[in-house]
């Protein structure tokens, strides 16, 4: 099928297909510019708002309430003063940056009690959609049938470039991306505009904010205040501009009216936000190697991480603080993986793949699709062994703190940086490292490695050293007992050149670097580019075998919507999990003795006191709830909205038993987690006592 007749089926395929019913109603993550092919069916379930209310170029819309918050969260705006919500965990660096033992945010939550107090983020941008169109045509434009795929991929990088500086060319904030859906079968521009002078205005204590910790994350019940609050500045007018003392309040084109209704079972729900990564239609031994293979050697690395990791923080305040942002960086998709694998292998998704792959043979014997099957086999089986190493790459070598920073100070001196960029650089490393984390950690990753790698998928450094010291422990002693790089006080040799080339760690992180860029990524990257050169073919052939599926693009971290109804769920035989949590939840699980759910006194205080304000439902103050918004990564932040557009809540998790849904949704199981609005207003107003900012905010019944 030639380029005209590829964009031909597209265009013509693309209105039916979106116009069908989904196979499961609530599953979807759908492009707001073709929101209209959908709003019958959100109509029918519920939402009193047209599509140009979702997305409009031409009006103010919801899209234009709705950011991008920093590279992969999203945060909404909540009154005309800039004021901007996402999640804690979402805020959780910026919070952990300001912290000290002295000011420890984290422990005790931070309010802004002025204008004046709110703290600056450097590095922190939103970014707000300004439009997305589809560009296929644009982006493969000069493109013959006989070109090769790689002449064929510059033709896209240089179209896509040309594209970007043209819809750019005003500045003033403005950035682009080009991005492939469908495998590259449909090309759409997503233009931005991107401020930086984000301050942080409030942030509950991790006791809240964090509430349940590591053991909550990903289950339901869930009980966590996940809310951070951010103000966003720009110029006097209005236009993005880099900190300033000079800068006000950005002024929203769109904001939430914020909803006190609550939310009941099988109201409609609508998520807008930007979910990171999805795979919904890859092969069975696409989906076999991450659930039998993948997931599993990841679990047990990070397991040894973060056990070493805590062991360090619970004994000292200091270390925890330190690494609090990593641990759970470390943790979030340590437990996410596990629901994953457990949810593909119930599901039974490998061999309903399987059976669905016979189908789809069948069908398209003595067509152009013939044989794709086979061949997309043959290239797993091919790159499994580099898919394998690159992943332990990233899970062991590539997570050795010293070494990273070892190798940030190289580049640094070989691009001349000057003394003050070093002690820059040297002064943010230390803030927040702790040697013998390291170190523990170094032993256990790399014995890992030593004992899972295959040895023609080794780096020759690694042997040599095994010889050298007979084993990771002696390696690891002398590494860390070496380095200039294991004390700040050596700081002063950051600037010798020869000193930080030669030094054992920048050794390790180079050679390693050498392996994985000249022996494992190389044939990664070419095998991987042959399996998705197929999957364009075979995404095309599965929309011409079920013409009448809706198929929506996997996510890319770009906006899109999910809609949905609030529904508990029965995760095992005889149980069944109602749609909502509480405060009384929150009291059942308060234990001083346990970090993550000790609460503040305040709270105690209040709940004996039943001193709620308004902020409640039938007595009650509401926690969370789940409903059935297909969601993934990056949705984190996320508003939820009911059926007038009101917000409802803010999306921060999925149930354990539905993390599969990146690869398979199902109905029965996949359940996003919001926060409950009320909970926020409630924790704002009674228990920081920071009632200006609600005085900001628009509400609705």
């Known amino acids: 099928m030639d380029k005209k007749r590829i964009i031909g089926f597209l265009a013509a395929a693309g209105l039916l297909l979106a116009a069908a019913p989904a196979s499961h109603a609530d599953e979807g993550m759908w492009l707001p510019a073709l929101i209209s092919q959908r709003i019958g069916d959100m109509q029918e379930k519920g939402f009193r708002l047209s599509a140009e209310d979702i997305y409009s170029v031409n009006q103010a819309s919801l899209k234009d309430a709705v950011v991008l918050f920093g590279r992969g969260c999203t945060g909404e705006l909540i009154s005309p003063e800039g004021l901007l919500l996402t999640n804690h965990h979402c805020g959780y660096g910026q919070i952990q940056k300001h912290s000290s ?82 495998y590259g079968n449909t090309y759409y521009v997503f233009v931005y505009r991107e401020y930086s002078d984000v301050r942080l205005v409030g942030a509950p204590p991790s006791s809240i904010g964090k509430f349940g910790g590591d053991t909550d994350n990903w289950m339901w019940p869930r009980h966590t205040g996940d809310f951070s609050i951010f103000r966003i500045y720009a110029d006097k007018d209005n236009n993005p501009a880099p900190y300033s003392e000079d800068n006000i309040p950005y002024t929203p084109k769109k904001y939430f009216r914020i909803s006190l209704g609550g939310v009941h079972e099988g109201d409609f729900t609508f998520v807008y936000g930007f979910p990171g990564s999805t795979q919904e239609y890859i092969m069975s031994e696409g989906v076999k190697y991450v659930s039998e293979i993948s997931d599993p050697h990841k679990i047990a690395l990070r397991t040894r991480r973060l056990d070493i990791q805590r062991k360090y ?172 790089f294991a004390d700040k006080s050596n700081a002063w040799m950051f600037t010798d050149s020869t000193a930080v080339a030669d030094d054992p760690a920048t050794v390790f992180m180079r050679e390693f670097g050498k392996w994985y860029s000249s022996r494992i990524y190389p044939e990664y990257a070419r095998l991987n580019g042959e399996i998705t050169l197929l999957y364009r073919d075979y995404m095309r052939g599965q929309m011409e075998f079920e013409p009448e599926k809706a198929f929506y693009p996997d996510a890319n971290l770009t906006l899109r919507v999910a809609y949905g109804h609030v529904a508990g769920y029965s995760p095992n035989d005889g149980v069944y999990y109602e749609p909502y949590s509480t405060l009384d939840g929150i009291i059942e699980k308060d234990n001083p003795e346990i970090y993550d759910y000790n609460i503040p006194q305040r709270l105690r205080d209040i709940y004996a006191e039943k001193d709620y304000g308004r902020w409640t439902e039938g007595g009650q103050v509401p926690v969370c709830f ?75 019944l």
């Open 101 to 182: 033992v002295e000011h420890d945010y984290l422990k005790d939550g931070f309010w802004a009690m002025s204008r004046s107090e709110e703290l600056p983020n450097e590095g922190l941008t939103v970014s707000f959609l300004d439009r997305m169109e589809d560009v296929t045509d644009i982006i493969l434009k000069g493109y013959v049938d006989s070109m090769s795929e790689s002449s064929r991929d510059s033709l896209v990088k240089a179209n896509s470039a040309a594209l970007i500086k043209e819809v750019t060319a005003a500045g003033n904030g403005l950035r682009a991306t080009v991005e492939s859906l469908y």
């Open 313 to 484: 923080m619970e004994k000292d305040q200091a270390v925890r603080i330190q690494y609090a942002s990593k641990n759970a960086g470390v943790a979030n998709a340590w437990k996410k993986w596990q629901g994953e694998m457990k949810g593909i292998n119930r599901l039974g998704t490998v061999s309903s793949r399987k059976e669905y792959e016979k189908r789809f043979a069948a069908w398209a014997d003595g067509s152009r699709y013939e044989g794709i099957l086979d061949a997309l086999d043959s290239l797993y089986a091919l790159a499994s062994p580099y898919m394998f190493a690159r992943d332990y790459f990233s899970e062991t070598a590539a997570t050795v703190e010293i070494a990273r920073f070892a190798q940030e100070i190289a580049k640094l001196s070989r691009t001349h940086a000057g003394d003050d960029d070093i002690a820059a650089a040297a002064e943010k490393f230390y803030k927040d490292y702790y040697l013998p984390i390291d170190k523990e950690c170094f032993s256990e990753v790399m014995t890992a490695f030593g004992e899972n790698v295959p040895e023609d998928f080794r780096p020759e450094y690694f042997s040599s050293m095994m010889q050298k010291y007979g084993s990771v422990d002696s390696w690891a002693d002398s590494l860390f007992a070496s380095s200039i």
């Open 626 to 700: 789940i409903a059935t918004n297909h969601t993934s990564g990056g949705n984190s932040g996320s508003p939820v909205i009911n059926s007038d557009g009101n917000l409802i809540g803010i999306n921060f998790d999925r149930v354990w038993e539905g993390t599969m849904s990146d690869i398979v949704f199902d109905p029965d199981y996949c359940r996003n987690i919001s926060l409950d609005i009320r909970y926020v207003l409630f924790t704002i107003d009674r228990l920081a006592g920071a009632g200006h900012l609600i005085e900001e905010m628009e509400f609705a």
